[in-house]
């Protein structure tokens, strides 16, 4: 078992920065791919950003690409977002994800593993 935490959210002005981490515990994730979502209130759970398991293939929804960064450091069993330009349409919970099998398993949301989320707002 994979147990994800994420951290790192809070209230953050248009324009501003955040990094979100999602940690985890019980296995070591260096073989898992990851991948960050997003569920703001009144909407559907969406793809944000994936990362497969060596760090080295990325791929970004078009609402963030070239303002979010993901990345993760398999030493020390943690995945993390940069969250730069921030948007108010930006606000939402965001949640980890992983999954040993293919990436495009986590990119489609059906990964194993879940966070519990971690909440962004970004004021105008």
């Known amino acids: 078992q994979v147990q994800l935490g994420e951290s790192g959210g809070g209230l953050v002005q248009a324009g501003g920065s955040l990094r979100l981490s999602c940690a985890a515990s019980?296995?070591?994730?260096?073989?898992?791919?990851m991948g960050w979502f997003r569920q703001a209130p009144g909407k559907e759970r969406e793809f944000v950003a994936a990362?497969?398991?060596?760090?080295?293939?990325?791929y970004y929804a078009d609402s963030v690409k070239g303002r979010f960064t993901i990345s993760r450091y398999n030493a020390k069993n943690t995945m993390y977002l940069q969250m730069n330009s921030l948007k108010p349409e930006d606000t939402a919970d965001y949640y980890c994800?992983?999954?040993?099998?293919?990436?495009?398993?986590?990119?489609?949301?059906?990964?194993?593993?879940w966070g519990q989320g971690t909440q962004v707002t970004v004021s105008s």
């Open positions: 994800n992983a999954d040993d099998r293919a990436l495009s398993v986590v990119v489609a949301g059906k990964g194993d593993y």
């Open positions: 019980g296995r070591t994730i260096s073989h898992y791919n």
């Open positions: 990362v497969g398991w060596s760090g080295t293939n990325t």
